[in-house]
């Protein structure tokens, strides 16, 4: 079974400031990774995801991730962050029969003037 | 504006009550997945269905849970009896594979908070 660690429950930031969200996962055998966000009292929204080729990725809101397969990680970045970025962000994994998603427990992102 | 809509969006019940959870996916998706969320275990799997047939449901608690699918509109969780534990929030999403077989984005509900006193 696939599995994912976020490393930080909660990160404090300035508006502005560079931000890192770390996520390490655990498998066997290939995987796809995701990044979602949750605003309060709403679901969840993908925000990217890697699937193959470019280890690089870039989502929606100026979000991006790299895949690093020999550290096991996809850590989600963002170089200038704002105060709507406050939420809960969330790491998941699949495996490549691709239909179940195993999500971290969250990382709560609280960005402050 | 295509969305999965999920009913009701609170529910507060006592202990030992049947409770009904509802869900339409996006019409065209063919996946569909129920989770729970609560502060200390986070968000659990606790079945999904794909063209409406159940492919897994161990993270489902069998002897008081049950999911189904009666057609590609709705699928429901029924928690029969309800227990304190059982509160959380739960979130159906939908989904369909790209044309490469690759998965696509989850769509997720808005949730459904349910407290069991």
């Known amino acids: 079974a696939q599995s994912v660690t976020q490393l930080d429950s909660q990160v404090p930031v300035f508006e502005e400031a560079p931000v890192e969200l770390r996520c390490n996962y655990s498998?066997?055998?290939?995987?796809?990774l995701f990044w979602y966000v949750q605003y309060p009292n709403q679901g969840l929204q993908l925000l990217l995801k890697y699937l193959s080729g470019s280890t690089l990725v870039k989502g929606i809101n100026g979000f991006e991730a790299e895949f690093n397969k020999s550290q096991t990680s996809f850590h989600l970045r963002k170089p200038s962050v704002h105060i709507s970025d406050t939420a809960e962000y969330f790491c998941a994994v699949s495996d490549h029969s691709g239909y179940a998603l195993n999500f971290g427990k969250g990382t709560s992102l609280l960005v402050t003037p | 504006d295509a969305r999965v809509t999920q009913t009701p969006r609170d529910k507060v019940t006592e202990m030992g009550q049947e409770v009904t959870m509802r869900c339409q996916p996006i019409?065209?998706?063919?996946?569909v997945f129920w989770y729970r969320q609560t502060m200390m275990q986070g968000l659990e799997l606790l079945a999904y269905f794909r063209n409406r047939a159940p492919l897994d449901d161990s993270g489902m608690p069998k002897d008081r849970f049950s999911a189904e699918m009666p057609d590609a509109t709705l699928a429901t969780l029924k928690i029969q009896p309800s227990e304190p534990r059982d509160s959380a929030v739960y979130f159906c999403?939908?989904?369909?594979?790209?044309?490469?077989?690759?998965?696509?984005?989850?769509?997720f509900g808005e949730g459904s908070r349910l407290t069991v006193l």
């Open positions: 498998s066997s055998v290939s995987v796809y």
């Open positions: 019409l065209g998706h063919n996946t």
């Open positions: 999403a939908s989904g369909s594979g790209t044309s490469g077989g690759e998965p696509g984005e989850l769509f």
